[in-house]
């Protein structure tokens, strides 16, 4: 069972920026070995893929934040994070770390509890 904790979430002014952190436990598999990713649901909406980051290291990223956000990892600390700079009120929504084995493909089986992320204009 993979646990991961997300943080790192708040408020923020349009133009600004957060950085968000997942730390990964009581995986099974090493770490390097998990697709890592970060999604987002606003109110009303669809939970959408924000950025993934692949067990070869490659980045995925959705168009509505190539350019602004970047995903990485640190394997010796199990930690996933997303910086997010250039911050837009469309942004706000709760933000989840996902976690996959092996492939990026089809809908994580393990998901933290989400932190907040609200922009304000």
């Known amino acids: 069972q993979v646990i991961l904790v997300e943080s790192g979430g708040g408020s923020a002014q349009s133009g600004g920026s957060l950085r968000l952190t997942c730390v990964a436990s009581?995986?099974?598999?090493?770490?390097?070995?998990?697709?890592m990713g970060w999604f987002r649901q606003a109110p009303g909406k669809e939970r959408e893929k924000v950025a993934t980051?692949?067990?070869?290291?490659?980045?995925d990223y959705a168009n509505s934040v190539k350019g602004r956000f970047t995903i990485s990892r640190d394997s010796a600390k199990s930690t996933l994070y997303l910086q997010m700079n250039s911050l837009q009120p469309e942004d706000t929504a709760m933000y989840y770390c996902a976690a996959q084995y092996f492939s990026c493909s089809g809908s994580p089986p393990y998901w933290g509890q989400g932190t907040q992320v609200t922009v304000s204009s």
């Open positions: 980051s692949n067990i070869q290291g490659t980045t």
């Open positions: 009581g995986y099974t598999h090493s770490y390097r070995n998990y697709c």
